[in-house]
């Protein structure tokens, strides 16, 4: 990821859900939990609504989604 590329949690959140299809199951304090069914079964992910995520946050968030960065980077 891009040093300049900073994503907040709100834009995290909205590019999983309107391209990777996850919906929003959940929200506790500042942490975001979506998830989605997949044939495999159902896949979640915790998003914090930070001003600008860590890259390690980002990746940790991806990883659980099952998207690679690189699938993720193209709708920034």
Do not use: D, Q, W
């Not at 495999?40 to 915790?46: C, H």
């Not at 600008?52 to 980077?73: D, M, P, Q």
Request: with cysteine; glycine share 10%.
């Amino acid at each position: 990821m891009p040093a300049n590329k900073l994503v907040s949690g709100a834009e995290a959140i909205k590019i999983l859900c309107k391209h990777f299809g996850f919906e929003i199951s959940g929200r506790k304090g500042s942490h975001v939990r979506l998830s989605k069914i997949t044939p495999e079964g159902k896949v979640g992910t915790v998003i914090p609504m930070h001003n600008e995520l860590a890259v390690g946050t980002l990746r940790y968030a991806l990883k659980l989604a099952g998207i690679t960065l690189n699938e993720f980077e193209i709708y920034l």
